[in-house]
T-cell receptor, first 110, second 113 residues
Framework: GQQVMQIPQYQHVQEGEDFTTYCNSSTTLSNIQWYKQRPGGHPVFLIQLVKSGEVKKQKRLTFQFGEAKKNSSLHITATQTTDVGTYFC??????????FGQGTELSVKP | NAGVTQTPKFRVLKTGQSMTLLCAQD?????MYWYRQDPGMGLRLIHYSVGEGTTAKGEVPDGYNVSRLKKQNFLLGLESAAPSQTSVYFC????????????FGPGTRLTVT
C-alpha cells in the first residue's frame, strides 16, 4: 500500500497567495525528492533533500525535510500562474526504491 | 540529447490484445523504470531494471512483463490487456542508484476498451 502520504490532494489559490504541500511517511526515509508535473506533461525533478532538518530554497520555493526524516514540505511564496501543476514528493528508505506520494494539484487563479 | 523517449504516445486496445511499449534513453543510465499514473494514485512502480539484462518487480507488476536486452532500451509488455490497465505509462531512468534523481519520458496514454 501507499507508504508516502501527501496532502492536500488539491489546492486552489489566488495568484499571489502562498501554497504549501506536505508529505508524510510512517517510516524513516533516507532521502526525499520533489517533482513537478505540468498539466499534460511528465514529472520533472525539482530537488533532493538528504539531511535531517535540511532546508533548501529555489527562488520562491522552499523545501524542508523533517528532523525525524519522516516528513517534508514544499512551500511556494506568492504563487504565479506558471506554478500550476501537480507536485509530487517521493521518498526512499535505505536501499529501497522511490515511493511517490499521491501528489498535490495546484491551480492558480489570475 | 533526446533524453528519455517513449513510443507510442497514444494507443487504444481491445480487451485481450497485446502490445509493447518502448522506452529509450541516450544518457547511458544504468537504472530504468516503468510507472503507471492513475488519478489520485500518484505514480506506481510496475517494474524496474538496475542494468542491462536485469529486471525486477515493483509495486504493481501483475499483468505486465519487461525486458532490458540493451542498456538504452526498456520494454514493457502487456500480454492480454484488461480495462484496469487503462492508464498513463511513464518510463524513467536514473544514473547512479535506485534513489537518485529520475528523468521521465513524455508518457504513453493507453486506453483498453
Amino acid at each position: 500500500g501507499q507508504q508516502v502520504m501527501q496532502i492536500p490532494q488539491y489546492q486552489h489559490v489566488q495568484e499571489g497567495e502562498d501554497f504549501t504541500t506536505y508529505c508524510n511517511s510512517s517510516t524513516t526515509l533516507s532521502n526525499i525528492q520533489w517533482y513537478k508535473q505540468r498539466p499534460g506533461g511528465h514529472p520533472v525533478f525539482l530537488i533532493q533533500l538528504v539531511k535531517s532538518g535540511e532546508v533548501k530554497k529555489q527562488k520562491r520555493l522552499t523545501f524542508q525535510f523533517g528532523e525525524a526524516k519522516k516528513n517534508s514540505s514544499l512551500h511556494i511564496t506568492a504563487t504565479q500562474t506558471t506554478d500550476v501543476g501537480t507536485y509530487f514528493c517521493a521518498g526512499i528508505r535505505q536501499g529501497g526504491k522511490l515511493i511517490f506520494g499521491q501528489g498535490t494539484e495546484l491551480s492558480v487563479k489570475p | 540529447n533526446a533524453g528519455v523517449t517513449q513510443t507510442p504516445k497514444f494507443r487504444v486496445l481491445k480487451t485481450g490484445q497485446s502490445m509493447t511499449l518502448l522506452c529509450a534513453q541516450d544518457m547511458n543510465h544504468e537504472y530504468m523504470y516503468w510507472y503507471r499514473q492513475d488519478p489520485g494514485m500518484g505514480l506506481r512502480l510496475i517494474h524496474y531494471s538496475v542494468g542491462e539484462g536485469t529486471t525486477a518487480k515493483g509495486e504493481v507488476p501483475d499483468g505486465y512483463n519487461v525486458s532490458r536486452l540493451k542498456k538504452q532500451n526498456f520494454l514493457l509488455g502487456l500480454e492480454s490487456a484488461a480495462p484496469s490497465q487503462t492508464s498513463v505509462y511513464f518510463c524513467a531512468s536514473s544514473p547512479l542508484s535506485l534513489g537518485a534523481e529520475q528523468y521521465f519520458g513524455p508518457g504513453t496514454r493507453l486506453t483498453v476498451t
